[in-house]
């Protein structure tokens, strides 16, 4: 069985702020897209039916898999065998900065969401990365260049390709916006990197995030920004 806890520091405490804003699913038909390892399909694969897809065979090596779920290898092609309206919940987080047409895949997702369905989108936001660049690396000649409007990169996964929070219902207009979170207001400007992995301290900081997640002049400059969407036709 594994544990959040094999997980580094930032990404535990990433996904322990998203599955609490998204609440205690149960009993809902969930597509996990852009599932990466797993993990959160995993998560909530304990008490819903969860699809999850993901092209990368390489992250599909070392899945999480304690839990029954349906895992399909592939892109948003394999969305074509679903009918329309098919999934309660989709959940796709940190994949759309990674895509070129963004709109075509906003557009399949919102097919297959049922009406009322909930669409949760986490993304990369740039105030957030330009604070991190300024205050805790001191790279300010990137700092700079972000707020100049380039992208950046994650080491893991390449060029990070950023949006804004509202070209999600320009791409597919059946989606409203219900609401919008911030998640690493405060974990991205901690000078003292020592205490990441303490379990006291990171229950701590979680629950000031938490706090602070839906007031503006905090989420305004979070690390990521978390987009709960309706489909309301």
Not at 98 to 123: C, N, P, T
Not at 197 to 205: H, N, Y
Request: with cysteine; glycine share 6%.
């Amino acid at each position: 069985m594994h544990n959040i806890k094999e997980l580094p520091a930032w990404e535990r405490l990433f996904k322990k702020i998203v599955w609490e804003q998204l609440g205690n699913l149960e009993g809902k038909k969930i597509l996990d897209f852009g599932s990466g390892e797993g993990i959160t399909s995993n998560h909530f694969a304990e008490k819903n039916d969860v699809t999850a897809i993901e092209p990368s065979e390489e992250m599909l090596s070392t899945a999480w898999k304690d839990y029954k779920y349906t895992q399909i290898i592939g892109d948003v092609s394999a969305l074509d065998v679903f009918d329309d309206e098919t999934f309660d919940i989709i959940i796709c987080h940190n994949v759309l900065e990674y895509i070129d047409d963004k709109e075509a895949v906003v557009k399949a997702l919102a097919r297959v969401l049922k009406k009322d369905g909930i669409m949760s989108i986490a993304k990369h936001n740039r105030a957030g990365r330009v604070m991190q660049m300024a205050v805790l690396l001191d790279e300010l000649e990137k700092a700079n260049a972000l707020l100049d409007g380039e992208n950046s990169t994650a080491s893991k996964f390449g060029v990070i390709r950023y949006y804004e929070d509202e070209d999600i219902v320009k791409w597919g207009p059946e989606l409203t916006v219900s609401e919008i979170f911030g998640i690493r207001t405060f974990w991205d400007l901690q000078q003292n990197q020592e205490k990441h992995g303490d379990e006291d301290w990171q229950r701590k900081i979680q629950q000031l995030e938490m706090r602070v997640a839906q007031i503006p002049e905090y989420r305004d400059v979070a690390f990521f920004h978390h987009l709960i969407l309706k489909k309301c036709t």
